[in-house]
């Protein structure tokens, strides 16, 4: 696991991809990740892994097949169960962190044009 | 696990006792928790899980008997690994967000006037 300080707000200045989340931190065989949203994403679920959104700047609508939307504006968070199909959704840039297991693909159980390589600040 | 929108600014509200982390969310047997800190804490490890604190208002230092310092000020993170023993020490109140393992105590391997039980928020 990391023993480093980072600075999240900093790291930031690092990604320039969208939909490209970045490795902030390991513990536990969980991933702590940083990603900019912009746009309509695939979509795809996580047979396996929880995975927890917690907005840190904008607002970031996420689509389900089978249940209401979830809106979420800064300071909020949201987990979506493994297994749960959804669509992250980005009128305009959001900034999020990702809490998963480690090894999580972007895209999940789907590959597509923006399925991306999860690699370390 | 959980499936419902958390307001972490709204949350703190809820939260009145210094040093008594609640629970904002649960996946993946892990905890995300919320924690209003103020003072100096017990010296402790967590024997099984690292845990992570991110600062979300004001600043923390965590202090380690066997490193240097970490001194994090607001959107800066840092992942203290099992069997590490810390002491968190804020000289003004700080708010954090917790990643844990489910289960972990506050007080890691010692009971002291601190350890709290976690409560839902």
Do not use: C
Not at 44 to 49: D, F, M, P
Not at 69 to 95: F, I, K, S, W, Y
Request: proline share 4%; no cysteine.
């Amino acid at each position: 696991m990391d023993e480093e300080t980072v600075d999240v707000s900093v790291a930031f200045d690092d990604i320039e991809e969208l939909w490209a989340p970045k490795i902030a931190a390991e513990l536990n065989g969980q991933h702590v990740k940083l990603a900019r949203l912009e746009g309509t994403f695939d979509w795809h679920r996580h047979e396996e892994g929880d995975e927890l959104f917690y907005v840190l700047d904008g607002e970031l609508r996420i689509e389900f097949r089978d249940r209401p939307d979830a809106t979420l504006t800064e300071n909020q968070l949201r987990a979506v169960p493994a297994g749960v199909e959804h669509r992250p959704v980005a009128e305009e840039e959001v900034r999020v962190m990702l809490f998963e297991p480690a090894g999580t693909r972007n895209t999940g159980n789907v590959e597509t044009e923006k399925t991306s390589e999860v690699e370390r600040l």
